[in-house]
Structure formats: C-alpha cells, structure tokens
C-alpha cells in the first residue's frame, strides 16, 4: 500500500438488540471501548465513530449506507471495528464494501486481532467471512431460533397444510412439522403430471372425481368432499407444492421449505406459464445466482440477469414471448395455452451488460448455462479430495503445533515480564511508604511518579500483548481451515441447485470479476493460484479412492508434498 497516503478511519459499532443470534458479539459501549483502545495502541486518525443497533443479516442498514457514502465521497478511506462480522453479515453489503475496495476508496479494514488490505488475497478473505458469518448464522438459527418466525426459518410453514400434506399435532406449536398425506399425495402429484403433461384443469376435475374418488381431508366441519374446479387451479398455482413458501404472506420472505415436494420448482414455473392470468404466483427471480457480481469488460457497467419465457404453439407451432405476465394465448392463432394439448415451454436466463456506462455498447450476452459451465471448470482446476483436505489441515496443524512450541515460550516471555513488572510496582510501593523513607530522602514523590508511571504503561502494553495472542493463533487457524473446506467441497456444492451457494462459490473464486466475449475475468487470490499449480504438479490431490487406498495415497502425498512449492509452508499464504 502506497505510504504516502494518510489513513481516515471511521469506527463502526454494531450490535443488534432483536437478533438473538448476535449474543456473542461485544455489547456497543465495549465495541466503542476497544475502537478507542486500537486508536490509541496504533495512533490511528478516526474521524468519525458511528453506532448502529440493526441486525447485518438483510442489507439496508441507514448509519452502515451512510457510512460507505462518506467513504465513497472520500471524507474517509479505512474502517475500524471490532470484529469484521460487525460490518456485514449478507453478500449486498458485503459486496458494496469490497467494490469500495476495488476502487481504491477504501484501502483497509482494522480490527483488535487484525489488519485487512484492499488485495486480492484479503478481499478473498472478506468474501469468505461475510459468506461464511451468514452460512453460520443460517446454521445457529436453526439451534437458537424457534418460535414461528424461526419456525419458518427452519423450513416448516406455520398454518393450515394444503391438501396433500398433514400438520403435526403432537409437538409444542411452535415446533410442528408438515408431513406428506400419504393417501393423497399421490394424486396430487399426478394432478401436476397430467396438467403439465396437456390434460385441462377441467378434465383433470373429473378425473379426480368420478376416475380417482378423491375426497378432501376430513376435518371437525368440512372436508370429506370431492376437489372443485377451483381447488384444482389453487392446487396448481400454490408454489408451495414446489418446496417454497412466502412468511408471512405477502410479506415477501419467501423460505425453502423442508416438507416433500410434489413437483420440481422448473415444472411448476412452466405450469405457471401455462396457467397465464390464472396463475396468483408471481415468480420470483430476484435470487439469480450471478446478478450484479460482474461488471462489463467493453464499458464497466454492471452484469444484470435477465430471464425469457416462450411457448411454441402445439396447433400452428408460432414461438411466442410469454415473459410478460398474463400473456396466455398464442399470437399466431389465439389458442389458450391452457387449452393447447402439448405446448411447448422455453426458458432462458442470460446475463448481459446493463449499459449504465454507454448505452451502446456491444457486449454480448452470455447464457447461464456457459456461463455455469466455465465456473465448473475453473473450480475442477482447483478441486482437491476431502482425504488431501484432511492430510493438509493435519499438517498445517502440526506445523502448527511446532510453532507453538516456539510461541509459547514467548508467550512465557511475556508471562515473566508481566509477573516482573507487577513485583517491581509493588517494590516501589513498599519503598515509598516505608519508614525509612518517611522523609522521602530514598524516593521523592516526583521519583516515585515518573517511576510508577513508566512501570504502568509498560504493564498495560504487556497485557495488550497477551490480549492478542491467543486471538491471533485462533484466527489464523481458522482461515485456513475454512480456505480448506472452502475448496474442497466447492465444486460438489456447486452443482447443487441452490442460487446462494453457487454465488457464494462464485465469489470465493476470484474478485473483480468482468464478463468480455462470453469469458469471465478473474483477479485470483495467491491461494487459488498456488492450489492451481499444486494440482498440475501432483494431480493425486484431486483422487477420490477407495478407503483401503487412503494410506497408500497417504504416502503419496508425502512424498510428492516434499518437492511441491507450497501453499502449507510459505509464511505469506494464507494458508499457514
Ligand atoms: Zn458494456
Ligand atoms: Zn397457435
């Protein structure tokens, strides 16, 4: 970092009163006390102190915007906090504070345990703990939660359950689970078959009637009925058939759901298609896994997400846009689609330049599924097997362990010279009040001062010293260890069908990311890059054997390990 440059820090501080997944963090008066601590230990220039008591777990937090707006208008160019999960716990305000990086407006982040940079390597870091704080606080919720809301949270919908499912009566309210109706749901789930598959909602309410005998749930009043036609359209529009629900309705918080599904989500949004202006659900694609990451390698704009839905026609075969909602008939031939026998339903995601910056510009526009596809293989560069996973986080534990000979004898060093001190304090006390000092001729008041004083501040750096060590060993351990399971699971993770953890993976790959002529541009921490060569040169650590194999690969790694250069051993990388 360039020397010349002066440091402006704000101080932020915060700590959420409601969320009680933030009990671990420093109340805001501590956070306040330990900002001016770092102040004063390292002479630091805070121009401002802000205090905010919201939770970081949805962005739009007022004094958090404020404070990146003075940023970005240059009145300051560092944060201080106390701990780096106090700035941003989701990815929106995670990423804005990296982007302030990238452009040069924010050049470092301190903490009490540490000091991050605007590199690639410290970004990466940041990436990882904004990610990851949110990943474990997903996991805590799970725990700490319950009530309704945290009900919700773990996936079970509060309420009355649609047809097809049952509620649990027999746990506390809070805790109840959906089960699936295993008498009805069978139907139900050949009801969306059959409708996607071209039967009308209207056949479909005499099959379930006269062909399949289907009565409703039997409750005190109602049930035991046969399905109305109107049933049958509340059926197929309820996206919670598709494993999602919003809580509470209308609100917009929309949960994966841990019940069965009775349908996947792509056959239900083509079945929502179909329904045009009878289906109530409006599909949600505010959760494109890759919106707004990338900026434009021709202009700088921003990389949007745009989708297209079509349908070609099974009577005259016209392919028409059926994007906008209630768009349910062909243009050719003014067929319903509802009532065409087979249509045929497209659908597309494609990310392309937002042409903020020049309305013109002639970037292309890249199809997910390529752009999916070059994620992959850049991860299946860096892929490694849980069992060299596991063998490099035991040797970096070991190196580890080695170290700690060395940094508990110094930790012992500083032991000593803190019992000294505090006996020499004592020392001059005994001096200054003994009675052959009652005249003051041993040791003068002003001696005696200027004495006591200097053994204070001495004692009070001591014991700022073994305030931070401990912390230092641990955070170091766990960056690794997180690095570690970061890649190794990451390209197995990604393949799943989850929005937020392929953007999760996305990030963690690389920063600046730019998308010019289909390909997307990387500025790769070290540590991707050192991964990358580690496996050109030992392609073993990406094996996946059988477990009577693992000692002998064991050795192998040894062995090859020896004449790799790296990332365990190089006191730069992260790794160590
Ligand atoms: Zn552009
Ligand atoms: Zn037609």
């Known amino acids: 970092m360039d020397e010349q440059i002066e440091l402006k820090y704000i101080g932020y501080a915060r700590k959420s009163s409601e969320d009680n997944r933030e009990q671990q963090a420093a109340s805001l008066p501590d956070q306040v006390i330990a900002l001016e601590d770092l102040r004063k230990r390292h002479n630091l220039k805070i121009v401002d102190v802000l205090q905010e008591s919201k939770s970081a777990h949805k962005p739009g ?28 716990r989701n990815m929106v305000d995670g990423g804005r504070v990296i982007q302030l990086m990238d452009e040069g407006k924010l050049l470092e982040i301190k903490t009490p345990s540490r000091t991050l940079h605007n590199t690639p390597d410290d970004k990466f870091m940041l990436v990882l703990e904004f990610g990851m704080s949110k990943k474990d606080s997903d996991d ?7 009530g309704l809301g945290g009900k919700a949270r773990d996936g079970w919908r509060p309420g009355v359950a649609p047809q097809g499912y049952l509620n649990d009566k027999g746990t506390e309210s809070g805790l109840r689970k959906i089960y699936t109706d295993k008498e009805r749901m069978p139907y139900v789930k050949k009801i969306f078959e059959l409708f996607h598959g071209g039967t ?26 046969p399905l109305s036609l109107s049933m049958i359209y509340s059926i197929l529009n309820n996206p919670f058939y598709c494993g999602r629900f919003e809580y509470p309705l209308g609100s ?47 202009c700088d704009s921003g990389i949007v997400a745009e989708q297209k839905w079509q349908c070609i026609c099974s009577s005259c075969k016209t392919k028409f846009s059926i994007t906008q909602k209630n768009k349910d008939t062909c243009t050719g031939c003014g067929t319903l689609i509802e009532n065409m026998k087979t249509p045929k339903i497209l659908h597309y995601i494609y990310y392309r330049c937002g042409r903020k910056k020049n309305p013109n510009c002639k970037q292309k526009a890249v199809r997910v599924e390529a752009l999916e596809k070059l994620i992959d293989e850049k991860l299946s560069k860096v892929d490694i097997s849980p069992l060299f996973m596991d063998w490099a986080i035991r040797q970096i534990h070991k190196m580890n362990e080695e170290n700690k000979n060395f940094e508990e004898d110094t930790f012992e060093g500083i032991k000593r010279a803190h019992n000294d001190c505090r006996i020499k304090l004592n020392n001059l006390l005994q001096l200054k009040i003994s009675p052959s000092n009652a005249d003051g001729s041993m040791l003068s008041d002003e001696q005696y001062k200027a004495q006591k004083g200097a053994l204070e501040s001495e ?26 399971t970061f890649v190794a699971r990451a390209k197995a993770r990604f393949a799943l069908p989850d929005t937020k953890v392929k953007r999760d993976i996305f990030m963690g790959l690389g920063l600046h990311l730019t998308l010019a002529d289909g390909i997307v541009g990387y500025d ?48 730069e990388s992260h790794l160590v």
């Open 252 to 298: 917009g918080q929309w949960y994966d759901g841990s019940h069965e599904k009775a349908v996947s989500e792509e056959v239900f949004n083509e079945i929502q298609m179909k329904l045009g202006g009878k289906s109530q659900y409006k599909l949600k694609h505010n959760d494109f896994a890759f919106n707004a990451l990338m900026r434009c390698g021709l």
């Open 200 to 225: 009308s909602a209207v056949e479909l309410h005499r099959i379930t009637d006269k062909d399949w005998h289907f009565k409703t749930r039997q409750h005190k009043r109602s049930g035991g009925k």
């Open 524 to 571: 790769s921490p070290k540590y991707i890059k050192t991964l990358e060569v580690m496996r050109k040169e030992a392609p073993i650590i990406a094996e996946r054997v059988a477990p009577e194999k693992e000692v002998e690969l064991r050795a192998q790694f040894e062995e090859k390990y020896a004449s790799i250069p790296t990332v365990l051993r190089s006191k």
């Open 61 to 88: 937090r007022e004094i958090f915007n404020s404070m990146l707006d003075r940023i970005e208008k240059g009145e300051a160019n560092a944060i201080a906090s106390w701990h780096v999960n106090r700035l941003a």
């Open 140 to 146: 805590k919720s799970i725990v700490v939660v319950r």
């Open 459 to 484: 004692l009070k750096g001591i014991e700022k010293q073994l305030g931070n060590f401990d912390e230092q060993m641990l955070q170091s351990n766990n960056d690794t260890a997180r690095l570690f």
